[in-house]
């Protein structure tokens, strides 16, 4: 671990609960999120070109491309060195994210620890999720483009599941379990 911090992956499919654990980890930890989707939800914020070029792919519920979150998750990692440990949420989503970012993480002397896996089943989701669509405000959160998360998610982010596995990194959580059960159980896995 560089300089006795711990990285780790938050992963899970959306609504799962990455955002709140991450954010207690923040506030407990003095841990540093590498939240992708918030990077993206900015740049869409500032009108910027790359912002104007996601948009659209984002409200539908689909991956962008991935050299455009490597990109942004590459700017962000000098942030691990300032923290105590980094938390990634929403990203690696696809196979070839895991492999740059194992990548990037080795050229500056850090690794991920441990990968979290929240584990809800998709129709609890869709209950979970049905009745915050009006007030969370995220063009994405709509019964199609959520759906179309969650499709995305199965197809191209459950297939990392063995990629950490059997690096030895994969823990599993039951996302179902309440926050405080669920914070409960990352903290074992983080004192292991
Ligand atoms: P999130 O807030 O993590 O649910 O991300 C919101 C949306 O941003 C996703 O539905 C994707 O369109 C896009 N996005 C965020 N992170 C990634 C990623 N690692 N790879 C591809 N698309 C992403």
Redesign the pocket.
Known sequence: MGGGSMNLILFGP?AAGKGTQAKRLIENRGMVQL????M??AAIASGSPLGRR?EG??AT??????D??VGLIEERLADLDAHGGGIF??????LA?AEALDAMLERRDHRIDLVIRLMVDDEALKARVAGRFAESGRP?DNPIAFEQ?LV?YNRDTAPLLPYYRHQGKLVEVDGMASVDIVAAAIDAAMAR
Do not use: H, K, Y
């Open positions: 959306p939240s992708t989707g918030d993206l939800r996601v792919i984002m519920g689909e991956l962008v491309t991935d455009i979150v949420d929403g990203f690696p989503r696809t994210q994405d998360r995305a």
